[in-house]
């Protein structure tokens, strides 16, 4: 079960932490990976270390703000394996600030990061899995997508997505006739480039133990078996939900 052999999947923001993981997940259930993000460097290292796992794997340096390179990006993955699969939606990052004190610049600096990003990659690789009637989409929401928090002020980072987790049901119920099934992941708390700096503060470990039931951070690799899960063949009858990977944090 679970085996992604001679799928193509491609993975936004796998430079750095979460979605270079889930991308080394694919390749371990023998996908070959486009691993997409804006520092090239770090995508090229990372792409030796998946095609070293016996899979090809693509480097693509995206800005996924920018509708001309996710369309030229788009592209280039038909030209390169005649497909796409999967498709990660997992880029992001935030501006944070509460609602009374955001600018309007860091405001649409993380709308278009986290929800209009979303919106352009899934037009642009979404027309190839038409095409095909086949295709696993993947959003990585958050669980700041579900609920308000009292840790840190991100009011826009909190609407981004929440606006991914219904642009996942609704693009769930317009793709279904297409044999195209989209659902979300909700990350908690992961330690990663985005997310350090707040993390390792005792102010928020105490926040953390006080909050998440398990009582600590999400590992790494730790989101990958949920990703696996819904780009398998045997997810094929789950389209519109919303998986939230958090230690139990949005249960309490
Ligand atoms: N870590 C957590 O606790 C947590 C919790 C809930 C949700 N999430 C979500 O998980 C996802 C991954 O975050 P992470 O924690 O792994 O953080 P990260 O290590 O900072 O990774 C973010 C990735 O997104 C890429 N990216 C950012 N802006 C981009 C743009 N405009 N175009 C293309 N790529 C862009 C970055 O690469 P470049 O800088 O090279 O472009 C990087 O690869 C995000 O959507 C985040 O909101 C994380």
Redesign the pocket.
């Known amino acids: 079960m679970f085996s992604l052999t001679g799928r193509v999947a491609v993975v936004?923001?796998?430079?750095?932490?979460?979605?270079?993981?889930m991308a080394k997940g694919f390749a371990g259930q023998g996908a070959d990976v486009v691993i997409?993000?804006?520092?090239?460097e770090?995508?090229e290292k990372n792409a030796d270390e998946i095609r070293a796992m016996g899979v090809r794997c693509l480097p693509i340096q995206?800005?996924?703000?920018?509708t001309e390179q996710v369309e030229k990006a788009a592209e280039r993955v038909i030209k390169e394996f005649g497909k796409v699969d999967i498709l990660v939606?997992?880029?992001?990052?935030?501006r944070n600030a509460g609602v009374l004190d955001m600018t309007d610049e860091d405001w649409e600096f993380t709308i278009?990061?986290?929800l209009t990003?979303v919106f352009k990659v899934t037009r642009a690789f979404g027309k190839y899995m038409v095409e095909r009637r086949y295709g696993r989409i993947i959003n990585?929401?958050?669980?700041?997508g579900q609920v308000g928090n009292t840790a840190i002020n991100t009011i826009a980072?909190h609407t981004a997505?929440g606006g991914v987790v219904n642009f996942t049901r609704a693009v769930a119920a317009e793709l279904a006739k297409y044999n195209i099934t989209c659902n979300a992941i909700?990350?908690?708390?992961?330690?990663?480039?985005?997310?350090k700096d707040t993390?390792d503060t005792e102010e928020f470990t105490q926040f953390m133990k006080a909050t998440v039931p398990l009582g600590r951070?999400?590992r790494e690799g730790e989101?990958n078996a949920a990703a696996i899960f819904l780009a398998s063949d045997e997810a094929s009858y789950i389209t519109g939900q919303n998986i939230k990977v958090d230690g139990g944090y949005t249960s309490v």
């Open positions: 936004t923001g796998a430079s750095s932490g979460l979605g270079y993981q997409m993000a804006r520092r090239l770090k995508l995206c800005d996924v703000t920018s939606n997992n880029a992001g990052g935030s278009n990061t986290d990003s990585i929401a958050s669980i700041f980072y997505k909700s990350p908690g708390y992961f330690e990663t480039e985005l997310t993390l951070y999400g989101l």
